[in-house]
């Protein structure tokens, strides 16, 4: 379909089942013309020293509090969320925040300066030149947070950003361009679009940088056509996280961790719990109060504002989760508690799924489940723990919950994966801004924990104080 012929697309209410919204995808024409607008005001703001930018973000920050409830509401509306799209502007407003505070520090930390040690008439000095204009391509599991979460740091570096969010989850754009409007500096060079991935393809075409956050499949297309255009590819991609739980581990901290990570948002997180392994020894001792705790878990229905998880955002994820379920239950799993999705007011819900007797020949110990299921296998050594968390070709995050913190970190320092939560799981958030990380495997390329630095290039400027060599006078010297 060519870009002049688009269709508005529909988008599905995850609480009701009913497409209560079409979006218009915007046209290839005005991708082009927003891009360039962009890129002209960029300029002036990469240049404007940072204490500059940071009095914009400031009041940007003063915007988004201003429009919390209208933008809890539509998070809400996009995801199901009740208690998450209660915070989610909040996360954003922190961010901003924290960088206010701590920018200026950055920035002085990356810049080194000095003189050549064999050439000491040699000065050097470091400039660092933010990636003009940024692409942000956003998935749907957290719409308003991951829609910012990188934006965010590539302002305060200097770089303009247009960013896309899912066609899943659209509804928070309004309130947002409302904040950006009202922020004059602010809407010259941070905006967002509406459409799909002939959108994304779009913006590719027309930017200096893409940070894309989505699934593996659609990551390597975003990958090749950034590769065409030799421009670089922040990929953010799926995961399957492994939890690994100890002979002499805390049990009931270990049933706790487990179901926070592996079922808060429904399980449609990037970094949820997704494999459970548990020492023999204690195998049916831990299910049992896995068990127990994923049953005290209830629905947000009817009531938006009550219980911990809501439907499936997508009526597509819901479908993979299922079909997770069927191939286990056909290769010998027995469910423990839970089971399939089902509906309640034309949303598809699912309760937390215990599953036992699960290996890594069935789908829900192999690719990504995206839901609130907890398949949990037994290990003999510790040697096979790590052979089992590392047998996958995800390497987003993952997880030990030991006897002690040293036999924790014995085993979290041999798997492979960016981030690894000791003693507990699902601690990234923590890590966020403070910590750095790539992500290993199929997970992504380009770190999580990049901040500023990944938005912008390093530029050295070398100073002649003395005399140029003549090649004609003096013959060459080797200088090393
Ligand atoms: P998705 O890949 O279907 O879509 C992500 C975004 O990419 C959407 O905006 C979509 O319109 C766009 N898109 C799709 N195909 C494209 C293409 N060919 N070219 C350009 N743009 C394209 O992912 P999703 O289903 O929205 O999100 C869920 C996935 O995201 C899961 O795999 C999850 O693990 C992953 N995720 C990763 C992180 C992380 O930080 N690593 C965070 C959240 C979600």
Redesign the pocket.
Known sequence: MSATTRQPLPVRNPRTGEIDLHIMPASDAEIAATCERLRKAQSAWGRAPIEHRIGVMKHWAERLRAHRAALVEADSIDTGYGQISQVAPDMVIGAITRLCSYAPAVFQQLRRSGKSPPMPHIHFDTNLRPYPLLGV??????PLM?ST?HAIPALFAGCAVIV?????APRFVRPMMQTISEVPELRDVLTFVL???????S??QHVDLIN????????R??AE?CAKRFIPAM?????KDPVVITQNADLERAATAVLRGAVTSTG????SIERVYVHESVHDRFVERLVKEADRVELNYPDVTRGQIGPFI?AR?AQIVDDHIDDALAKGARVRTGGKSFNLGGGLYMRPTVLVDVNHDMKVMRD?T?GPVMPVMKFRTEEEAIQLANDTYYG?SAAVIAGSDAEARRIADRIDAGVVSVQDTFLTFAGFGVAEWE?FKF??MGG?GAGMLGFMRKQAVLINTGEPESMIEEPLKATA
């Open positions: 391509i956003g998935p749907w599991n957290a991951l979460l896309k969010p899912s066609e899943v459409g799909d991935a002939e959108t994304g393809q913006i590719i894309f956050t989505g699934s593996v499949p659609n990551g297309k975003v056509a990929l953010e991609l799926g995961g449609q997180v990037c970094f997508s994820q990504e995206f987003l992500s997970s992504g999580r």
